[in-house]
């Protein structure tokens, strides 16, 4: 049987191990308290509290953190702290707008709005508040690890897994709420599901027609479920698809452009611009780190 020759064929693969990730933890440890995320937190976090108090205001509603408690806060969320007891410790991992797409990319609808209205529950059992711990542990790790060439893939993987653990502490042990119909929730499942499944299709009007709805009324659905109008869902996905093309293929922009079905190369380049922020050569540029 023929060695595969391993260091050759990474040679291949566009890996972005020494790229900024958009992801950051901070460990309480040896009785050294993490620094709390604050009021202007533009990214995300999950902020396990391990001893004390704290009060924190979540979407206009006042919330109290206890040992043991996790918090959940989605990037763009309104958050605050407002007070913390002398004792209180904690230990979060942040991550940005780009992160979250990518790593919960796929996730039902439901978790989302579980979410926004109970951003925080106790981890009681010891095994799961244990677990919870060591994937933050396993991030900081990973996150330090400079030279590993697949430190990016590595965080993303661990990242999805603790937010897979979360999922399946709330299907198993939370009551969803059903007051929406149940009808609007299965036409924003189709919706998000047609939407991953064809980036290529940018157009509220035809997800609409294929849902046999008007635009407004696939509008309101898509807002109140998950927060973005359907054409800033459908943006944000089209975004994720030309970034996991740019990352692990390594077809030309014009080929990209094809594949997504642009008019052309400068037509996704400028789309890419105004909804990151930075052009498509910054962000080759920050894969190869």
């Known amino acids: 049987m023929e060695i595969v020759n391993i260091q050759r064929d990474l040679m291949e693969v566009p890996f972005v191990g020494k790229q900024d990730v958009g992801v950051k933890v901070a460990l309480f440890d040896k009785g050294v308290s993490a620094e709390l ?9 999950v902020l396990i509290c391990h001893s004390g108090t704290a009060l924190f205001d979540y979407a206009h509603k006042s919330h109290t953190a206890h040992a043991r408690d996790i918090i959940i806060v989605f990037p763009g969320d309104i958050y605050s702290l407002t007070s913390a007891s ?5 230990s979060w991992v942040s991550f940005t707008p780009q992160v979250m797409d990518e790593v919960l990319y796929n996730f039902p609808t439901s978790f989302f709005s579980h979410i926004a209205d109970h ?12 677990n919870r711990i060591e ?8 996150l330090a690890d400079q030279s590993n060439i697949c430190r990016y893939e ?9 937010f897979m653990e979360i999922l399946n502490r709330i299907v198993r042990n939370f009551s969803i709420d059903t007051s929406e119909p149940k009808h609007r929730r299965r036409l924003l499942d189709e919706f998000v599901n047609r939407v991953n499944s064809t980036p290529q299709c940018r157009e ?38 030309i970034k996991q093309l740019l990352r692990t293929t390594d077809l030309s922009v ?17 789309f890419f611009k105004t909804n990151t922020g930075i052009t498509i050569s910054d962000f080759k540029r920050e894969l190869k780190g």
Do not use: H, W
């Open 37 to 45: 995320p604050t009021a202007d937190i533009r990214e995300g976090f």
């Open 119 to 130: 951003p925080i529950y106790n981890l009681s059992d010891n095994e799961e508040y244990t």
């Open 135 to 142: 994937y933050l542990k396993l991030l900081y790790a990973r």
């Open 204 to 241: 509220v009007a035809y997800f609409a027609e294929l849902l046999c709805i008007t635009p407004k009324y696939l509008s309101a659905i898509v807002a109140d479920g998950t927060g973005f109008t359907a054409k800033e869902f459908i943006d944000r996905a089209a975004i994720t698809a």
């Open 154 to 162: 590595i965080v993303m993987a661990f990242l999805r897994s603790l």
């Open 86 to 90: 002398a004792d209180f410790t904690a």
């Open 254 to 270: 014009k080929q990209i452009a094809e594949r997504l079905d642009f008019s052309g190369s400068g037509n996704l380049c400028r």
